[in-house]
């Protein structure tokens, strides 16, 4: 029997999948974020590897028995970062062929056959499509200074600008800058901002939860921003759509990432968004996880 690692990194975790040559699924396990271009390869490789040792530990096997492994990683669209994380997980399984694709190209892989795209829209986001010819196209997914519109990153940077603005028109805080202090367990905006500076993905990703509650509660900065946000990702789509001529098609469209199904409003926004864009999409999940379409990607 051979066995298969599996995985899917980005900005927020890394899940794993261990799977036997008969695509069984062992065993499934998570750890901390696995994007290098953001963490850096030493960090994002360490989550890598407690991910699958914590595959393997669950199952009772040791890593020699890994034959193959199919990495889909966020942040592995440069040539150098694909490359040092492919070294790096060569090194530590020398016996498994190591396969190492981005992270929306393994989420397209788990849409199956078709015209699809799949809206990634975690701590960044992108848009991924294909279309009946085979043809493929992506928006999005550069990072916070030239892209990530619609992410926890953009919604969390969007909703402490727009409470630094309230207090400074009001000289007092609105709610939804009383729970964002709150969260950072913070009281003084000029130390937020700077944290804001030095460390953002600690800061602006972590937000969106209760930017989400907030709107949910009928927050009405909470659901500005959101809708902001809906609109963006819902452009990102549009993009792939145009360029792959799937506007007036049926496609399916699959939405993942740690903003999704964390907010009924947002959700909501975004799908009412999408629908009005393309009347004939089906709104849908990912036949199987990223994580597994990456494993039987793996070339063993």
């Excluded at 788990?110 to 043809?135: D, H, K, Y």
């Excluded at 993942?256 to 907010?263: K, L, N, Y």
């Excluded at 709104?283 to 199987?288: K, S, Y």
Aim: hydrophobic share 45%.
């Amino acid at each position: 029997m051979r066995y298969i690692l599996g995985f899917d990194g980005g900005g927020t975790k890394t899940e794993c999948v261990l799977m036997n040559s008969d695509h069984q699924i062992l065993a499934r396990t998570y750890a901390g974020p696995s994007n290098p271009s953001r963490i850096g390869v030493e960090v994002a490789f360490r989550n890598v590897e407690e991910a699958a040792r914590l595959a393997l530990q669950e199952v009772g096997l040791a890593r020699g028995v890994i034959a193959a492994i199919g990495a889909g990683l966020a942040g592995t669209a440069k040539p150098e970062m694909k490359q040092r994380m492919t070294m790096a997980l060569q090194m530590s399984f020398p016996t498994a062929s190591v396969t190492v694709l981005t992270d929306l190209e393994a989420a397209l892989a788990a849409a199956g056959e078709g015209p699809a795209i799949v809206l990634v829209a975690g701590t960044g986001s992108a848009a991924f499509g294909r279309n009946a010819q085979g043809q493929i196209h992506r928006a999005g997914g550069y990072g916070p200074a030239s892209s990530d519109e619609g992410s926890a990153y953009d919604i969390g940077r969007q909703a402490i600008a727009a409470a630094v603005d309230t207090r400074k028109k009001t000289g007092t805080d609105s709610a939804l800058g009383q729970l964002i202090l709150a969260l950072l367990r913070c009281t003084e905006w000029p130390v937020v901002q700077h944290r804001a500076q030095t460390m953002p993905d600690d800061i602006f990703p972590p937000l969106f939860p209760v930017v989400a509650a907030a709107a949910d509660s009928g927050d009405s900065t909470a659901r500005e921003i959101l809708n902001h946000a809906a609109a963006q990702l819902a452009s990102l789509i549009d993009q792939v759509a145009v360029r792959l001529s799937l506007r007036q098609t049926n496609f399916l469209l699959a939405k993942i990432g740690g903003t999704m199904g964390r907010s009924v409003f947002f959700d909501a926004q975004l799908d009412a968004s999408c629908k009005q864009l393309f009347p004939q999409v089906q709104i849908g999940a990912l036949p199987i996880s990223p994580a597994e379409a990456a494993a039987l990607a793996a070339k063993y």
